[in-house]
């Protein structure tokens, strides 16, 4: 007999993971139970391969597939995936079903990253003519330089996401933009160019992406907004495609259903019309993702198909006080006296306010009255001065503390500073693009002694000898003998030996390199990781982390480059590309992060510091929570968790004008569903964090205040 598709609903920690999970293990007995007289590999394989497991973002995925394969004693293989990476995999495994009805050339395809999907579509559409010649367009793009350039591609680049994720036709973008938005003129404003009307700039959103799309299929390049574009426009719609479904999954077990994309509904009631079984987890108050993609009252409908399940074992916080918390916020008027539980810190100055949260973490840490772990700093924005001061006091009474998702760019590890240097040393033509300053920090990186344990030039000789004994020409550099220093006898023997062992280093590289022994700059890196790193330095984790982001950035940067390569018929010189490369990454935009540690099932030892997104998406808990800048407007706003006109690719969009009432309404239901969320991850207590003065220096009024004036301070 048939099971009923299960929808579990509820609020946050009221156990819909651990229905879920209990729901595969039955489903998994049931599925051995009819196969009990095949082999036991067999079952094993069949089973891996038959269910569709789901969760929203990585790191849950890697905490769910941990619970389920700890909850089946690891008898069988778990393959846990997010919605976006799923669809990746199937554009990849049936690329030719595509090529084949998009024309397109016979090649694997490439997956662009988003800082090389902004380089390219920004070098792209700086090309961009219109027939018209001097019309209003190219004067527009003319004008944007710097951070609006950066913006408009990177907004135009989210609304083929947007499309893709919720099964807009591209086409049909323009039309959206110019009729839905009754502050159009906004949009105009942001780049001071008051010649272009909405409906021009809209239909010019449009063109670019049309250009842009065409221009990577035709390449074999994918990016997110394609991948979701080609899946439910190209593959989901094929019969091929649709029988392989069919045939190939019984099942689909999908955590945080709040959380999806619009087309994974059609993937989802397409499986359940052709009897696929289904487990779907849904919270009402979640919806982080709502704005990047999600559209959670599309998926909603499932339940419609579903026999639904509500649980309602709400933690104590949220249960007892939810509802006066959200009264509070959204009624200024109120006047209520906040229980014990909420306590406050206030100062006037947002900085004294850093400094005092930060001692008073260290302070009760220290008397043992919490633990690290127990601990979560939440902001609706951090920006450096706050994660600094945090991180620095922190440190120094030696508590350890992690911010959530840092995204610290490259650039900013010595290593990865030290080792673009050296590529500009060892290629002819970039020696111009670093300066003294540079040189010194790379001699001094580089000339580390794992004996002594410190570098064999330090950064007083490593500044003296570029000074004296760096030389830069036209189109190449070169470093002079160390007696060119007048008081060369000063450097030291080991500093002296150091020096010389790097300059015959760059100058055998350099030979290898015109001999063509080391054919791209991945090779020159590899060397001289292995040869000037990895036998001086015993690397933290955070150390690996960077030059293996750094490694794979250039691979990729690489890679991308060859297939280009390929359809360019006059091709740039590969100086350019480095070039090109090295100045991508002084820009910032790209990032090192590493992989979470594994702690099975039991918390790391650190406090949390997170934005709210951040912590929301992690999906934990726990026991002190710290609200900072609780009087911040921003806790009301989605900041950059909304992408640009994202609601206007909400399926529930009717078609009509979004207004500033429409606006307030959004931000109001994203700030209840924020308090009943971080409610319900607190187990005993809530410091709200208030300054008068805001980082600008500006006053505070934000909704929340009146949370801060209910409460105990301490």
């Known amino acids: 007999m048939k099971r009923t598709s299960l929808w ?20 998994v007995e049931d599925k051995h139970q009819q196969k009990i007289s095949s082999s036991f590999q067999s079952v094993t394989q069949n089973l891996a391969s038959s269910v569709l497991v789901f969760s929203a973002n990585d790191d849950n995925r890697r905490n769910l597939a941990d619970q389920l394969s700890l909850a089946v004693q690891g008898s069988y293989p778990i393959q846990c995936k997010t919605p976006i990476g799923w669809m990746r995999d199937e554009i990849k495994l049936f690329w030719p079903l595509l090529f084949e009805e998009l024309s397109l050339k016979a090649q694997f395809p490439l997956i662009l990253r988003p800082e090389t999907e902004q380089f390219l579509a920004t070098q792209l559409w700086r090309c961009h003519r219109t027939d018209e010649g001097n019309s209003p367009i190219d004067q527009f793009l003319g004008t944007l330089t710097g951070n609006s350039e950066f913006r408009f591609v990177r907004q135009t680049l989210d609304l083929l996401q947007l499309a893709g994720a919720s099964g807009v036709m591209v086409e049909h973008i323009p039309y959206i933009l110019e009729h839905a938005l009754e502050e159009g003129q906004y949009l105009l404003e942001q780049f001071n160019n008051s010649e272009m009307t909405e409906t021009s700039l809209a239909q010019l959103r449009g063109e670019l992406i049309l250009e842009w799309q065409k ?8 990016t997110y907004g394609l991948i979701y574009t080609l899946f439910w426009r190209y593959l989901l719609p094929n019969s091929q495609y649709q029988h392989h479904l069919i045939t190939r999954y019984q099942g689909i077990f999908a955590d945080d259903l709040d959380d999806y994309p619009a087309i994974a509904f059609d993937l989802f009631q397409f499986l359940l019309d052709h009897n696929a079984f289904g487990v779907f987890t849904y919270n009402p108050d979640g919806q982080v993702r709502l704005g990047l993609n999600a559209d959670p009252q599309c998926l909603y409908q499932l339940s419609s198909h579903c026999q639904v399940k509500i649980l309602s074992n709400y933690p104590r916080i949220q249960s007892n006080y939810g509802d006066l918390i959200v009264q509070l916020a959204t009624n200024p008027l109120s006047i209520e006296t906040l229980p014990d539980c909420f306590t406050s810190i206030q100062t006037i100055s947002r900085a004294e306010l850093l400094r005092k949260t930060a001692n008073f973490i260290v302070e009760t840490i220290k008397k043992k009255q919490i633990n690290p772990e127990n601990v979560a700093i939440i902001a609706p924005g951090l920006d450096e001065i706050a994660r600094y001061t945090f991180i620095e006091i922190l440190s120094a009474a030696n508590i350890p503390i992690k911010p959530l998702n840092e995204q610290r760019p490259l650039i900013s590890f ?6 673009l240097t050296l590529l500009a040393l060892v290629y002819p033509g970039l020696s111009r693009l670093f300066r003294g300053d540079d040189i010194a920090q790379m001699l001094t990186i580089l000339s580390y002694d794992a004996t002594q344990k410190k570098a064999a030039i330090d950064p007083v000789r490593a500044g003296l000898i570029a000074d004296s004994c760096y030389e830069v020409k036209t189109e190449t550099c070169q470093f002079l003998p160390i007696e060119t220093y007048p008081r060369w006898d000063r450097i030291g023997h080991e500093a002296t030996d150091s020096y010389n062992h790097l300059v015959d280093w760059i100058k055998q590289t350099q030979q290898q390199v015109k001999k063509d022994q080391l054919s791209s700059p991945m090779m020159v890196l590899d060397k001289a990781i292995k040869e000037l790193i990895e036998v001086k330095y015993q690397l933290s984790y955070q150390q690996l982390s960077a030059l293996r982001e750094l490694t794979e950035t250039t691979q990729h940067f690489w890679e ?3 297939r280009l390569r390929q359809y360019d018929p006059q091709p740039k010189a590969p100086t350019k590309t480095l070039i090109e490369f090295l100045q991508l990454l002084r820009k910032g935009t790209i990032t090192a992060n590493p992989r979470p540690l594994y702690y099975l099932g039991k ?5 949390t510091l997170a934005t709210i997104f951040q912590y929301r998406s992690l999906k934990s808990c726990h ?5 900072l800048d609780i009087s911040s407007n921003l806790w009301e706003k989605g900041g950059a968790s909304v992408l640009f006109c994202a609601p206007l690719f909400l399926r529930e969009w009717s078609g009509r004008s979004l207004t500033p009432e429409d606006e307030f309404e959004a931000d109001q239901a994203r700030l209840k569903r924020i308090l009943k969320d971080l409610l319900g991850r607190e187990e005993d207590k809530i410091i709200l964090c208030h300054s008068d ?5 500006t ?11 209910g409460c105990e301070q301490i």
């Not at 918390?603 to 406090?607: A, E, G, S, W």
């Not at 026991?623 to 609200?627: A, E, K, L």
């Not at 006053?699 to 004036?709: A, I, K, W």
Request: charged share 20%; hydrophobic share 40%; proline share 5%.
């Open 8 to 27: 579990i609903e509820g609020t946050t920690r009221t156990g819909k993971t651990t229905e879920l999970v209990k729901e595969f293990c039955h489903w």
């Open 215 to 222: 221009w990577c299929l035709n390449r074999g390049l994918l």
């Open 414 to 419: 010595p290593l990865v500073m030290a080792l």
């Open 560 to 562: 991308i480059d060859r």
């Open 603 to 607: 918390k790391p030892n650190y406090v």
């Open 623 to 627: 026991s002190w929570q710290f609200w």
């Open 693 to 697: 003065l805001s980082v600008k220096g």
């Open 699 to 709: 006053e505070q009024t934000g909704p929340l205040l009146t949370l801060v004036n």
